[in-house]
């Protein structure tokens, strides 16, 4: 069993700042892969940024310069810095990785953690 819990959600101003975090527990072995994607109301969940193993890093267009994703591997965690952060930011935010367990490798999801930015 793996779980994804994620944490550091909330309300912040425009301009202001979050961390989210993101840990992953249970049977795992590997991860290959860690990220974050959104989704706002009544749109699709989208790509925020992803961080591999080896340090490859892809993030959507709208984030470049604003968001950094970091990854501790000894504590399978990930972490999403943003700032500058913009009323279009206000979604939630899931995290995903790619693990590989005891059955093989699999996408797995969290709960998801909610970011409001209004003033």
């Known amino acids: 069993q793996v779980q994804l819990v994620e944490s550091g959600g909330g309300l912040v101003q425009p301009g202001g700042s979050l961390r989210l975090s993101c840990a992953a527990s249970?049977?795992?072995?590997?991860?290959?892969?860690m990220g974050w994607y959104r989704q706002a109301p009544g749109k699709q969940r989208e790509l925020v940024a992803t961080?591999?193993?080896?340090?490859?890093?892809n993030y959507a267009d709208s984030e470049k310069g604003r968001f950094t994703i970091s990854r501790d591997n000894a504590k399978n965690t990930v972490y999403l810095q943003m700032n500058s952060l913009k009323p279009e930011d206000t979604a939630v935010y899931y995290c995903?990785?790619?693990?590989?367990?005891?059955?093989?490798?699999?996408?797995?999801w969290g709960q998801g953690t909610q970011v409001t930015v209004s003033s």
């Open positions: 995903n990785a790619r693990i590989r367990g005891g059955l093989g490798e699999y996408g797995y």
């Open positions: 249970g049977s795992i072995r590997s991860i290959s892969r």
């Open positions: 961080l591999t193993t080896s340090g490859s890093t």
